[in-house]
């Protein structure tokens, strides 16, 4: 059975970390980029990240870059979004997608169900 499932989400301070983690199964997965969504109460979804299958290419929303960072493990199917120095507006639900693509992310075919971040005081 197909599935992406996200971790690690919650609540956190300004300033502070989190990681994300998204566990994949029932797909070939390292012929797969994976992306990072997110999407905030009324406003649409906004992709954060995406790093190619293999691992060597990534990018990033300029809202987030410097401070978060993607990962993969193709060994164990997982892909690791690291958040630090979060904003109240990162606050959102996370979602990660597969793309067969490869490279980009442009249009995944493959969701999970979101893990929510929010970032208050």
């Known amino acids: 059975q197909l599935q992406l499932v996200e971790s690690g989400g919650g609540l956190v301070q300004p300033g502070g970390s989190l990681r994300l983690s998204c566990a994949a199964s029932g797909f070939t997965f390292d012929y797969y980029a994976i992306g990072w969504f997110r999407q905030a109460p009324g406003k649409e979804r906004e992709g954060v990240s995406c790093?190619?299958?293999?691992?060597?290419?990534?990018n990033y929303a300029d809202s987030v870059k410097g401070r978060f960072t993607i990962s993969r493990d193709n060994a164990k199917n997982m892909v690791y979004l690291q958040m630090n120095r979060l904003k109240p507006e990162d606050s959102a639900v996370y979602y990660c997608?597969?793309?067969?693509?490869?490279?980009?992310?442009?249009?995944?075919?493959?969701w999970g169900q979101g893990t929510q971040v929010t970032v208050s005081s």
């Open positions: 790093i190619s299958s293999s691992g060597g290419r990534t």
């Open positions: 997608a597969a793309d067969p693509r490869r490279s980009t992310c442009p249009d995944p075919v493959y």
